[in-house]
């Protein structure tokens, strides 16, 4: 037996109706390959496309963590759909402890350095995920926000292994963080 659905709000509609736009936008002026299809997000959000349709045009309501993995998948923010899931998962953010100290070998090196060492060790989803991002940021497309939380992300992600662990920098990424621990380059 099929149980009723309640009839959803209209801020939640509108919300709806705004992601529809956010992915339409997001797929527009992008070639017929490059362009994620509901099929494609639905698999990601781990629904079936019937249930994303039904997101998409306003009969669920949006949730947290759906937005949070459209994010991950699309690079949309939630504060493009919704103010309301934006602040929640800002929220979720402030709440994950963060290293009380940091020594410079833990310092994040930047987006880039951060990028190369996660694609190391990611798997095949991981790098379609990073390298979607590395166009994002080619594109001048990462805002602060963003960038403040893929190096949360990224410093979360380097906490959980040892330092022995960690892969290899680039020599040049390597120069730059003995130069901040003031380590002279010996082909000076």
Same mark, same amino acid.
């Given at each position: ?23 339409? @936008? ?158 002279? @380059?010996?082909?000076?």
């Amino acid at each position: 037996m099929k149980k009723e659905r309640r009839e959803l709000e209209d801020w939640e509609k509108q919300e709806c109706a705004a992601l529809k736009a956010a992915i339409a @936008d997001f797929n527009a002026g992008k070639p017929r390959e490059k362009r994620v299809t509901q099929e494609e997000l639905a698999h990601e959000l781990k629904m079936s496309q019937g249930t994303l349709n039904s997101h998409l045009n306003g009969g669920r309501p949006l949730s947290k963590e759906m937005a949070a993995k459209i994010y991950l998948f699309m690079g949309i923010p939630a504060s493009r759909y919704s103010h309301r899931l934006a602040e929640e998962l800002e929220d979720l953010a402030k709440a994950v402890p963060q290293p009380s100290q940091t020594t410079i070998d833990q310092a994040p090196l930047g987006a880039g350095a951060q990028a190369i060492g996660l694609m190391a060790v990611a798997s095949e989803r991981s790098r379609k995920i990073l390298e979607r991002i590395a166009i994002a940021a080619d594109q001048g497309r990462l805002t602060e926000e963003d960038l403040a939380l893929l190096g949360s992300i990224a410093e979360r992600f380097e906490a959980r292994a040892p330092a022995t662990e960690r892969p290899p920098l680039p020599n040049a990424m390597q120069k730059q963080r003995d130069a901040l621990r003031g380590n002279k @380059d010996p082909s000076e």
